[in-house]
C-alpha cells in the first residue's frame, strides 16, 4: 500500500506565497508521473501541474508563471510553489503519483487527501 500525506495548505493574502509538500511513503519501487490537482465543491478536478521522473514539467495556463512544481526522488516528495496568489487559486488541492511498487512495469494511481488553500482578496 503506498500513502500521500499532504502538508502546507492554509489561509494567505492575495499576492502571498504558499508551498505545498506530498511525501509518498509504503511499497514504492519507484515513482513515474507526480502532479498536483485542485477541485472546487461540485466541480471536477482539474491540473495544476505535472513532473515526470526526469523532471520536464507542464501547468495549467492559468498558473504559468505563477506556480512551480519540483519533486525530490530521493525522498519520494513533490513541491508546488505557489506565488502571486489570487483569490481565484482558492481550493482543495490534491497530491498524485503514479506509481511503481516492485520490478514490474505496471503502474498504479495515487491521491493524496487534499489540503485547503484559501486566497483572501
Known amino acids: 500500500q503506498v500513502q500521500l500525506v499532504e502538508s502546507g495548505g492554509g489561509l494567505v493574502q492575495a499576492g502571498g506565497s504558499l508551498r505545498l509538500s506530498c511525501a509518498a511513503s509504503?511499497?514504492?519501487?519507484?515513482?513515474?508521473?507526480m502532479a498536483w490537482y485542485r477541485q472546487a465543491p461540485g466541480k471536477q478536478r482539474e491540473l495544476v501541474a505535472r513532473?515526470?521522473?526526469?523532471?520536464?514539467?507542464n501547468y495549467a495556463d492559468s498558473v504559468k508563471g505563477r506556480f512551480t512544481i519540483s519533486r525530490d526522488n530521493a525522498k519520494n516528495t513533490v513541491y508546488l510553489q505557489m506565488s502571486s496568489l489570487k483569490p481565484e487559486d482558492t481550493f482543495v488541492y490534491y497530491c498524485?503519483?503514479?506509481?511503481?511498487?516492485?520490478?514490474?512495469?505496471?503502474?498504479?494511481?495515487?491521491w493524496g487527501q487534499g489540503t485547503q488553500v484559501t486566497v483572501s482578496s
Open positions: 513532473i515526470t521522473s526526469g523532471g520536464s514539467t
Open positions: 509504503g511499497s514504492i519501487f519507484s515513482i513515474n508521473t
Open positions: 498524485y503519483a503514479e506509481v511503481r511498487v516492485d520490478t514490474r512495469p505496471n503502474t498504479y494511481r495515487y
